[in-house]
């Protein structure tokens, strides 16, 4: 069966802050999809949802059909679903590879795990140069590798990049972003990525939502999002 993640008519928050209002969305195999916005619109909250981290209060969230809303995190992780946090995340006192080890964290995956491990470092070269160094000590760029390589640990089928652009310089964003694409095009992966930089995320993306207010104001292929002018001055900053 092929992959494919369906939200429909998702409500959450926090407490009795309600951060998503009725989103619906969907992305198909090998796509990828951008989750476009500024902070404090739902963005992170909706990638939580899809990773049991944050409950629904209303709606529902499949991944090739099976139910998503009722299982842990761990179940949804062994489903092939993996998540490159907001932040990175890191153990900052543990080493490079330390840190991608513990991204094994699915079954399959720790019966793999050497081959993952040659995985990640033939994606990211660097990380194997630097494996015995502590993660705190690396730059943002090579720590937001670090947190892509090790949600690759898992061997995902489903990876959600979170606001991967946070803290890193412009040079380092473009970086970021063209390897996510890389990984992509290379392994077969689908992606989900929640980003504010309109401009970077359409780089890569085949289609993209717009939240605003923690709801989908507006959606389409790379080509409609750059032609609307409303999108891009009013929801974007842009």
Do not use: W
């Amino acid at each position: 069966m092929a992959l494919e993640l369906k939200i429909e008519g998702i409500d959450a928050g926090y407490g009795a802050v309600r951060a998503l209002h009725g989103i619906s969305l969907s992305i198909n195999e090998k796509e990828t999809v951008a989750l476009l916005g500024t902070n404090g619109n739902g963005k992170s909250t909706l990638m939580k949802c899809v990773m049991g981290m944050v409950r629904p209060t209303q709606g529902s969230i499949t991944l090739s059909g099976v139910d998503l809303t009722k299982l842990s995190t761990e179940e949804i992780v062994n489903l092939g679903v993996a998540m490159v946090p907001e932040g990175r995340r890191l153990f900052p006192k543990l080493t490079v590879e330390e840190n991608l080890l513990l991204g094994a964290f699915r079954p399959l995956a720790r019966k793999e795990i050497k081959s993952n491990l040659d995985f990640s470092y033939e994606a990211f070269p660097v990380l194997k140069e630097r494996r015995r160094q502590l993660a705190g000590s690396m730059s943002g760029g090579q720590q937001q590798m670090l947190a892509i390589a090790r949600a690759l640990m898992s061997a995902p089928k489903l990876l959600l990049v979170d606001e991967p652009s946070v803290g890193l310089a412009p040079i380092l964003v473009s970086h970021t972003i063209t390897k996510i694409k890389e990984l992509k095009e290379k392994y077969g992966l689908t992606v989900l990525m929640a980003e504010q930089n309109f401009h970077q995320a359409i780089r890569i993306a085949d289609r993209g939502y717009i939240i605003v207010h923690g709801e989908i104001r507006f959606q389409g292929d790379v080509k409609a999002l750059e032609q609307n002018e409303l999108v891009k001055s009013y929801y974007l900053g842009t």
